[in-house]
């Protein structure tokens, strides 16, 4: 349907309103302000009231608003009977059924309206019809699908999650506190054995990701050694199952490092020497060495004793313990005596000694002998390296709270008056690492476990998105409207106003980076989780009032679309947005935790110019904010404007908002009294020249010269139009 034209460039118009009310058995009643004859049928003449159409859009939160309207008719004679006849209580039924609503200018008619009938009422002479906007998203909730027997909804997932590598106890990985990006899955049923968890409602990749719990002590997930998937659905949904009691094997280093002296020794050296670089010693790395090295005046061998011990803190795991290792690979170089005081029969015993919390020890022996005035190795050698000491424990064990790492010196012999009868040593502890198998406290099924398999493929007939990973906000929006709105398009580019008309600032350029990981298990109205990823990805959807679908942003570089004179509106009103509206600092919590709730990153973002200008007190004007799906671009934290010359509008979620609301803006109100401008809509970009006023207050310092508008709100009736705009860029 052809939108105005050149038939509206004149001021000389005449304006006629056409509804065309459906009924459920697929048939129409046309009425009008004037008898008119268009598209074939003829439109009753009977509407009495002026009424208008109301469009607007809230950019602070992303959201679009069409008014309710009502008209008034006569119960005049239709088809032989009063229309209230028709219209309520005969075979059609017409409440909750489409109204389209067109204007007609001057034999050019266009769709200016989509409402839903909601209301009839009647004096018994007249009719009031009351209808409201009516939208494909209106009264459905998802998730949708559910088992067959259990009846368990299968969640919805957009995003692209990690996958974890496969761990088992024979083959551990090393656990991955930073890796989150897992969701979380119902349990539905156990069967043959096995518990059964709903993946989503669509087919499951085997090669995604194994089934994983969180580890609530460890502060990660934990991938279970035996799940998987069936080659069928399981309940009649795509499931993917774990196996009691729910084994998981890793490794783990300690999370902690600490020294401890040797309190029974009472030598001269050995426990009065630190450790150095004690860290490097849980740090993933056998490059980077913990050292101990005795001091270089060494120490009389008949005392025994050890020096510092390098203590390795653990973190205990959720759940039973079955079976574990700790263990330290090391190095350990050792200086003997050059001219010893000796008998034959001397030797000199050090033991490189693990210990844990639970009294637990193992040993590794170095036995150097006294034999023709010197000291040589008979159990190992003066050089041992990348050597390992280990500890095993079992189901009947406690998990360890530490492991002390230490040489302990032995001496056995017969002689104890050498004044030269020394040994020193340097110790490196490569790296400690210890290996668990856990298993669930008990037999009881979770019902909730986690997996990093990705989320939705599009379904969209559009060759360029068809079966491709939905990895952001915009696109996962476009999906549920798809998937549960009945959307549809062959051609996103052509098809959808502002999603993707090839250039860098269209939606899918600008959002390209503005990741999502979200899940829903509950269900959730269709409309509410729309409007909360359109706050979230920071776009507008809408229908426009031709009944087409529009995205709507603002743009790093907006293209103005009509620019005003004083010549074309009328009644202007300039105005400086609300003070209350003025956004300059939020507290953003996002990356949505899977397992708790709460969010794994928190950022302040501020600006102190704006701040100090406007007189804000530090507690003062700041705004919380929960984003559940936006996981990127990361929040920057500025410390001043962040629209400085590195940045833009479209950087992250904080750049977006500040660039609509850092600042106080200016707001102009009109009516448009050329009707060439009739055209215009919410979210048309706008500017203004030969003003009256000549400049908005002192604002830009000059004219309105450079200053760009979107327009917010419009209300239409026959004949008239007025707007409301709001500054977006200068």
Sequence with gaps: ???????????????????????????????????????????????????????????????????????????????????????????????????????????????????????????????????????????????????????????????????????????????????????????????????????????????????????????????????????????????????????????????????????????????????????????????????????????????????????????????????????????????????????????????????????????????????????????????????????TYGASDSFPEYVDFYVEVVNNNQNNSGSNYFVTWVLKAQEFTSISQFKSDDEEQEEILFIGANGYRHGITDIAYNNTLITTIQEAHLDLLNRFGGFDSSDLAADVDGWDDGTASDLQSDRSTWAIRWWQLEPIELKKALIKLQYEGGFIFRYKADGNPQYIHIKDSNTVTATLTKADIKSVQIKPSPFSELLTKMEVSYEKHPAENRYITSKTAYADTERTNWNIQAKENIQQVNLDAYVAPAITEYDDSPLASSSSPNDDFFAYYYNIFGDIKIIVSATIVNPKYYNLDVGAVIAFSDMYPEKPFGYNSATWTGIKFMITSISRTAGSMKFEAREIEK
Excluded at 97 to 102: D, F, G, K, L, T
Excluded at 226 to 243: L, R
Excluded at 370 to 384: D, I, K, M, R, W
Aim: proline share 5%.
């Design 1 to 391: 349907m052809p939108s105005f034209g050149a038939e509206i460039n004149t001021g000389n118009i005449t304006e006629n309103w056409l509804f065309k009310l459906a009924n459920r058995a697929g048939g129409f009643i046309y009425l009008a302000f004037t008898d008119t004859t268009y598209s074939s049928k003829f439109w009753h003449g009977v509407i009495t009231n002026k009424p208008s159409i109301r469009e607007s859009i809230d950019l602070a939160n992303s959201t679009a608003k069409t008014s309710n309207v009502s008209i008034n008719i006569p119960d005049f004679k239709y088809q032989g009977n009063p229309i209230s006849q028709e219209l309520f209580g005969g075979a059609n039924q017409y409440i909750n059924q489409p109204v389209s609503v067109y204007a007609q200018i001057n034999g050019i008619t266009t769709q200016i309206g989509s409402f839903r009938l909601i209301d009839i009422s009647s004096d018994g002479n007249k009719l009031n019809i009351s209808m409201t906007s009516h939208r494909p998203w209106d009264f459905i909730s998802f998730p949708q699908s559910k088992s067959t027997v259990a009846k368990i909804l299968a969640p919805i997932a957009y995003g692209d999650f990690t996958q974890n590598t496969n761990s088992t106890y024979a083959s551990p990985q090393y656990i991955n506190p930073t890796n989150l990006d897992y969701r979380p899955i119902p349990y539905n049923n156990n069967r043959s054995g096995k518990d059964y968890f709903i993946s989503h409602d669509e087919v499951f990749s085997k090669g995604d990701a194994e089934i994983a719990v969180y580890d609530k002590s460890l502060k990660t997930m934990l991938p279970l050694e035996d799940s998987g998937e069936d080659t069928v659905t399981e309940d009649g949904v795509d499931a993917c199952y774990a196996v009691r009691p729910n084994l998981r094997g890793f490794k783990q280093t300690g999370i902690s490092t600490e020294e401890v002296a040797d309190s029974s020794y009472t030598g001269n050296s050995y426990g009065n020497v630190p450790w150095v670089d004690m860290n490097n010693a849980i740090d993933k790395n056998n490059s980077n060495v913990a050292t101990y090295t005795t001091d270089a005046h060494g120490t009389y061998v008949h005392n025994v004793g050890h020096g510092n011990a390098l203590r390795l803190n653990l973190e205990r795991p959720d759940g039973t313990l079955v079976q574990g290792i700790a263990k330290v690979k090391y190095d350990l170089i050792v200086t003997l005596p050059s001219s010893p005081y000796y008998h034959n029969s001397d030797h000199i015993t050090l033991k490189v000694k693990i210990i844990d919390s639970n009294g637990d020890t193992t040993e590794s022996l170095y036995v150097y002998s006294a034999a023709s005035g010197t000291y040589v190795a008979t159990t190992g050698a003066l050089s041992n390296l990348n050597k390992t000491v280990t500890i």
